[in-house]
């Protein structure tokens, strides 16, 4: 962020500010045992979400508190720049202020913003926080994601470990009931983990049995499974039960199964097993949901809008959300301002999934989500940014902002193709390898 990072706040999801924009272990379940579980479900792997590397990382947009990787001098660049000593990447992930890789052999490499524990490592020693640096698991990671201040990975046995803090409106929440998590700690959970994501602050977890548990904060509705009153910390039952990853019921009769999971900055999608329906909850004061009210969503609904496509991603930022189909065509719903939904000079908000006409002829294989930026990378190794242009977020060389998606070019992309994009609070990291 452009403020110092010992004085990092909360955003507040209902308003927007064009500078300062960043995004995007609980104790074991009681009751439950975890011996029961392990032995039936011994074969069932998680699912790697990584791309067509392994490849190199490149950086982008403000690096103040180190989340570019560059070292201690660089705080700023405007086009895309290789990230030194870090090869052999297949994942990656950036988040508020930092950034997350995951090697080919299953290790995970973090840096950046480390003031509440998110790179999951010892940052004593001056400069350490810039440079990347190695997290200490039990074993191989298959999975990586991050939110503003946590951070969290799915192993190959499908146990998750996370660290860092979740925020909500009163500031730090900790990670868990005991507080700020600084190297990873175990979420214990009653059957093992397929798929994981974040938002914000918090935490979608999709387990083997298709089901969906969540934690951090729930302010917005995000963590499906607490009414309004309950959601906030200082409810009777405090912030356990925000911090403890439990179950989100989808119906009261009926005990559905997911195969995916995906979430917004302040949001959770959800897309039932073996069709396309979508369901979602959370922050919908611009329709980012698909839902026809513009209210928070406490409890999952429908998303009507968004249940006619069968999706390959979905990625929220703040206000708005980027969807891409099974056929490379990228859509968007939500908040028009900045050119965040990459379809012109718009009058009113997109209430519905719009196709993005500037990607319509490209076969987009990945996509990512800013707070006010959105990005697609193309089967042919293109990357496409859009949105706010401050904080050169966006690749461009300066900070105009792009209503359309426009091409980011650069020296170090001339022999290289882009094969992911993600997006953190004022920065961008690519994955890339040379052509």
């Known amino acids: 962020m452009t403020e110092p990072k010992s004085k990092r706040t909360m955003p507040v999801p209902n308003t927007e500010v064009r500078k300062g924009l960043k995004r995007q272990n609980s104790g074991p379940i009681t009751g439950v045992s975890t011996k029961k579980f392990l032995h039936?479900?011994?074969?069932?792997?998680?699912v790697p979400r990584h791309s067509r590397g392994p490849g190199l990382v490149l950086a982008f947009g403000q690096g103040e508190v180190g989340q570019l990787g560059l070292g201690p001098d660089i705080f700023e660049k405007n086009k895309p720049a290789v990230v030194p000593d870090v090869d052999n990447i297949i994942d990656i992930y950036a988040g508020g202020m930092h950034t997350v890789c995951l090697t080919a052999d299953g290790e995970v490499i973090t840096w950046g913003c480390n003031d509440e524990g998110a790179l999951g490592r010892e940052t004593t020693?001056?400069?350490?926080?810039t440079e990347p640096g190695k997290v200490d698991l039990?074993?191989?990671?298959v999975i990586i994601t991050a939110g503003d201040s946590h951070s969290a990975a799915l192993l190959e046995s499908g146990r998750v470990f996370a660290w860092g803090s979740f925020r909500d409106s009163h500031g730090t929440m900790g990670l868990t009931p005991s507080g700020i998590q600084k190297v990873p700690v175990e979420l214990v959970l009653p059957t093992r983990v397929l798929k994981l994501a974040s938002g914000a602050d918090h935490l979608a977890l999709l387990t083997v049995d298709g089901q969906v548990y969540t934690c951090g904060c729930g302010e917005q509705g995000q963590l499906g499974r607490l009414p309004e009153r309950s959601a906030q910390r200082n409810n009777r039952l405090g912030i356990v039960q925000l911090l403890t990853p439990a179950i989100v019921s989808f119906h009261p009769r009926l005990k559905l199964e997911f195969d995916e999971v995906w979430t917004g900055a302040?949001?959770?999608?959800?897309r039932e097993k073996k069709k396309s329906k979508v369901y979602a909850f959370g922050l919908n004061n611009y329709n980012q949901l698909g839902l026809k009210n513009t209210k928070n969503h406490f409890h999952p609904l429908v998303s009507e809008s968004l249940s006619c496509k069968k999706w390959n991603q979905i990625s929220g930022g703040q206000h708005h959300t980027i969807a891409l189909d099974n056929d490379g065509v990228t859509y968007a719903i939500g908040r028009k301002e900045y050119g965040r939904l990459g379809l012109g000079d718009i009058d009113e908000d997109a209430l519905v999934p719009t196709v993005i006409p500037t990607l319509k002829d490209k076969n987009v294989v990945n996509i990512a989500s800013g707070s006010?930026?959105?990005f697609a990378v193309s089967d042919d190794g293109e990357v496409w940014g859009w949105g706010m242009g401050?904080?050169?977020q966006l690749g461009t060389g300066d900070d105009e902002d792009l209503l359309i998606p426009t091409k980011i070019s650069g020296k170090q992309l001339e022999t290289r193709s882009v094969l992911q994009v993600s997006a953190g609070g004022q920065h961008t990291v690519l994955l890339a390898k040379n052509k």
């Open 372 to 374: 006010a930026v959105s």
């Open 40 to 46: 039936s479900l011994d074969f069932v792997k998680p």
């Open 266 to 270: 302040y949001c959770t999608f959800a």
């Open 390 to 392: 401050t904080n050169n």
């Open 125 to 129: 020693e001056e400069g350490s926080e």
């Open 138 to 141: 039990p074993e191989k990671a």
